[in-house]
T-cell receptor, first 114, second 115 residues
Framework: AQSVSQHNHHVILSEAASLELGCNYS??????LFWYVQYPGQHLQLLLK??????LVKGIKGFEAEFIKSKFSFNLRKPSVQWSDTAEYFC????????????FGSGTRLQVQP | SAVISQKPSRDICQRGTSLTIQCQVD?????MFWYRQQPGQSLTLIATANQGSEATYESGFVIDKFPISRPNLTFSTLTVSNMSPEDSSIYLC????????????FGSGTQLSVL
């Protein structure tokens, strides 16, 4: 069975600091990878996704993620965070097994201080 | 994209009662899913709602506890039966349009508190 690990549970940064959130998955085959964001009081929104091709994926709001197959990782990055980036971030994976639903990580709460 | 209406948005229920959550989508979708997000935890898939047939449940979830209906391609319900405080959670409807390579959309969730 596939699983997703997000090791950072709560991250506190100052505005303009750089961000990197870790995500590791366990599945040896082909995977599709996602990062979702949940702003306070709002529903989940897709930040970016990886299916194939360039392992460096750019998403909305200046976020990017890099798929490193050898490390089973898909870390999320942003060079300079803003107060409005305060939210919960979820990594998710879908293995290429025909199962359509996603497996989510435990989430990382990001708090950006002005 | 898709607009998903989930009702109710929140409810407080007594132990032993049941609550039915509705999920309405503004377009026909191929796949509908129900997730649970317990306090401080991630999203866990409860089941895939299949149109015209019984839902497919994940390990640890059973039809007697979480009966699901999907009478057509735009609507589904999830019932949380015989509730206990451990069922306090956010329940989320999710839909897939056009295959997995399109976005997976989420409803705004139902915040359930069981006393």
């Amino acid at each position: 069975a596939q699983s997703v690990s997000q090791h950072n549970h709560h991250v506190i940064l100052s505005e303009a600091a750089s961000l990197e959130l870790g995500c590791n998955y366990s599945y040896g085959g082909t995977v599709n990878l996602f990062w979702y964001v949940q702003y306070p009081g709002q529903h989940l929104q897709l930040l970016l996704k990886y299916f194939s091709g360039d392992p460096l994926v750019k998403g909305i709001k200046g976020f990017e993620a890099e798929f490193i197959k050898s490390k089973f990782s898909f870390n999320l990055r942003k060079p300079s965070v803003q107060w409005s980036d305060t939210a919960e971030y979820f990594c998710a994976v879908n293995a290429d097994t025909g199962r359509r639903a996603l497996t989510f990580g435990s989430g990382t709460r990001l708090q950006v201080q002005p | 994209s898709a607009v998903i209406s989930q009702k109710p948005s929140r409810d407080i229920c007594q132990r032993g009662t049941s609550l039915t959550i509705q999920c309405q989508v503004d377009s026909q979708v191929t796949m509908m899913f129900w997730y649970r997000q317990q306090p401080g935890q991630s999203l866990t898939l409860i089941a895939t709602a299949n149109q015209g047939s019984e839902a497919t449940y994940e390990s640890g979830f059973v039809i007697d506890k979480f009966p699901i209906s999907r009478p057509n391609l735009t609507f589904s319900t999830l019932t949380v039966s015989n509730m206990s405080p451990e069922d306090s959670s956010i329940y989320l409807c999710s839909v897939e349009i056009g295959g997995l390579r399109e976005k997976l959309f989420f409803g705004s969730g139902t915040q359930l508190s069981v006393l």
